[in-house]
């Protein structure tokens, strides 16, 4: 490679010294990425979501080991933790584990959040995140029917999900994330104005009993926003600039739109329409101080203005066009900017330098080999010689085959509860046999749609290297028409952009050191002070035990009163004794354990409308039957039963002589000459 200098802030710096300092970087820093595998997306209240998660190294893709444990949690659309589970490695390093959900659990659009301790060094933006449904139980004895009207006002009607009538409703609840409203008066609905009430989670609790179901608020359908990219970052004045756009409804999903480019003089120069997930791009050449609006309308005919980004002065930008197997990558400049040969291209892939030279204002374009990449995003950079970067731009190569595993069944003769031989076969795309571990899930088809959003190809190659929500990304995988989703896909990386390092600050020296250590072990931190002014007390005995598992320790203080025991594992629900006594033999300290911390919940997934209110009352029914099987009968959903018949009570013998009544009547046509010799003639009629 040809050495060459870049001088940065009074440093002359090889090109063979940038590609250390990204080299430098990535092994400082090593990321991890995380897929977690569910048996299933849609879950009955009472079932068990069983997990399987895949640890890598986010460079390589290779499995990592570093981090022993996962955590994993349970988030209502509230965003509010429900249940949090630690998974560990087992003697073979998978990590697998379960969460045993609550039959009173409400029914909803929940998601799943999972991350290492490690990966909290890199923010929740980085944290695997996956949407699932539970489906209550009781909503197959009860039908809840949210109407919205009006400024968030709410009608709620219960009926019976089998015959659709009105069915009349105590003991009900209406939540927000912020507010709740209790209405106890029984009816066959309610009423409730919420326009006063704090709804940032834009979704309401509504509670009967046992029976509990989130609904989401209504969004304006007619409204949206209208976003551009110009690719590099910037619209260069006097070239050929690709624009992106990208539209976006008020629930955070792409909406389809289509309008016109003009200037301001009301002269329409561009056409442009959207493709997929509101996405699209046109093409234009502004000049310097033209003003550009765009006019659109979406589906529902919806018309707003929009303005197109500045045009600036003075400015560059990188430009990929690809064409089969190579791609060329330009660098607009405006006309009135210099021809300058300080310019740095610099590539990287997952923070694995690819290429870092001088730019030649001579050549039209620079040619790449496609084959040169991994699968995955590659990341171009155009920077000054003094380290300010001008431009960036993303590309998704696809060039290379993917892996593919086939699962062959034993025998073409199923029967019910019959043994199945199953053989999975996995081969790299030039068919040659590939190792490796898997995780597999068998459901049902009739009772459980697969989850065909997203997987771990779509996960590690695409949402963890983007910004934002991904609506259905294992769709830019799918075979079909490639061409268009080669297009759609690009259209992603000028919308959604991203980087994992500061390249700006990496090519300075100011390489970047994670918050966090790898969790190893379990560990028990806490610290020793004073009773009395909370004073550290140092180079004090703090003594662990755990009976049952014969954990004995005794570790000092260091100079902060601090101490951590590290090194250990043992089993949920263990018992803790820790003590600390002063250097005087004393019992006169204060001893605090701290407490385990975990990241907010700040990222909300968008609520997909078409997975609200669907009924599955034959896969509630399968899964009450497949639980009593497994549990014993734990718990019976039942529909409401109207009895009709008069009521049976049973008595006594001593009640059913007292019910007996004698008439005086009865008493003169026995005939009899005494009293009790007439009621022991009436009563032996009766049968005693």
């Avoid at 006309?335 to 923070?351: A, E, K, P």
């Avoid at 970067?389 to 892996?403: A, K, P, V």
């Avoid at 290297?465 to 991904?470: A, M, Q, R, T």
């Avoid at 002070?529 to 003594?543: E, F, H, P």
Wanted: hydrophobic share 35%; aromatic share 10%.
């Amino acid at each position: 490679m040809l050495c060459i200098t870049l001088s940065v802030y009074g440093q002359y710096l090889s090109s063979d010294t940038i590609l250390s300092r990204i080299w430098l970087q990535t092994n400082v820093f090593p990321q991890e990425k995380l897929y977690l595998q569910t048996d299933k997306v849609d879950y009955v209240a009472g079932e068990t979501i069983w997990l399987r998660a895949f640890l890598t190294d986010a460079a390589t893709h290779i499995p990592s080991y570093r981090s022993r444990y996962v955590y994993v949690e349970l988030i209502n659309p509230f965003n509010v933790v429900e249940q949090r589970v630690r998974l560990r490695q087992d003697s073979l390093n998978i990590i697998h584990g379960h969460i045993a959900l609550s039959s009173n659990f409400a029914g909803g659009d929940y998601s799943i959040r999972a991350y290492t301790h490690y990966m909290q060094s890199q923010g929740e933006d980085y944290f695997f995140r996956k949407p699932i449904r539970i489906i209550s139980p009781y909503s197959k004895g009860l039908k809840m029917s949210a109407i919205w009207y009006g400024n968030n006002k709410l009608q709620v009607d219960f009926t019976n999900p089998s015959t659709g009538e009105p069915l009349e409703v105590g003991n009900t609840l209406l939540t927000t994330s912020k507010d709740t409203l209790y209405h106890n008066k029984i009816n066959t609905g309610i009423k409730a104005d919420l326009e006063s009430k704090q709804m940032p989670h834009r979704m309401i609790l509504l509670q009967a009993g046992n029976y509990g179901q989130y609904f989401p608020l209504p969004y304006d359908k007619s409204d949206y926003e209208l976003l551009f990219f110009p690719e590099g970052g910037q619209m260069v004045a006097g070239c050929m600039n690709k624009i992106a756009f990208k539209a976006l409804n008020d629930k955070g999903l792409g909406e389809n739109v289509k309008g016109v480019i003009l200037t301001e003089a009301g002269d329409t120069i561009q056409v442009f329409s959207s493709s997929h997930k509101g996405m699209g791009y046109f093409n234009l050449v502004p000049s310097v101080g033209m003003r550009l609006v765009a006019k659109c309308k979406n589906e529902a005919g919806k018309k707003k203005t929009f303005h197109l980004p500045e045009i600036i002065a003075n400015s560059r930008s990188l430009k990929i066009n690809r064409n089969k197997g190579t791609l060329y990558v330009s660098a607009l400049q405006s006309s009135s900017v210099h021809q300058s040969d300080s310019l740095l291209l610099i590539v990287h892939q997952r923070g694995i330098p690819k290429y870092a030279h001088w730019w030649d204002s001579n050549i039209e374009h620079l040619k790449f080999n496609l084959n040169e990449f991994e699968n995955g995003i590659v990341h171009f950079l155009l920077a000054e010689s003094n380290g300010k970067i001008l431009s960036e731009r993303l590309f998704f190569n696809d060039i290379h085959g993917q892996t593919e595993g086939n699962v062959f069944i034993g025998s073409d003769e199923l029967r019910p509860r019959s043994k199945i031989v199953m053989t999975l076969k996995a081969q790299t795309s030039d068919g040659q046999p590939f190792n490796g571990n898997a995780a597999i899930s068998v459901t049902d088809n009739h009772d459980v749609s697969p989850d065909t959003i997203q997987s771990i190809l779509s996960s590690l190659l695409l949402t963890s290297e983007l910004k934002g929500h991904i609506e259905n990304p294992n769709w830019y995988f799918e075979s079909g028409d490639s061409r268009k989703r080669q297009e759609a896909l690009d259209q992603l990386m000028l919308t959604q952009g991203w980087r994992r390092y500061n390249m700006q600050e990496v090519i300075k020296g100011n390489i970047q050191h994670p918050d966090s250590e790898y969790e190893e072990s379990m560990s028990l931190r806490g610290q020793v002070t004073t009773n009395v002014l909370k004073k550290a007390v140092k180079n004090t005995q703090v003594r662990i035990t755990a009976p049952k598992v014969g954990l004995a320790e005794v570790i000092d203080t260091d100079s902060n009163g601090h101490f951590h025991l590290r090194g250990f594992e043992f089993p949920d629900s263990t018992r803790y004794l820790v003590s600390a006594i002063s250097k005087s033999k004393k019992n006169n300290v204060n001893l605090e354990i701290q407490k385990e911390e975990y990241p907010k919940v700040s990222r909300i997934l968008p609520v997909h409308s078409d997975r609200i209110n669907e009924e599955k009352y034959a896969y509630i029914t399968k899964m009450e039957n497949k639980m009593t099987l497994e549990n014993g009968i734990r718990h019976i959903f039942m529909d409401e039963v109207i009895v009709t018949a008069p009521r049976i009570v049973l008595r006594t013998e001593t009640q059913k002589v007292a019910s007996k009544v004698v008439t005086e009547e009865k008493l003169e046509k026995s005939g009899a000459p005494t009293l009790s010799m007439a009621l022991n003639s009436i009563l032996g009629h009766y049968g005693r």
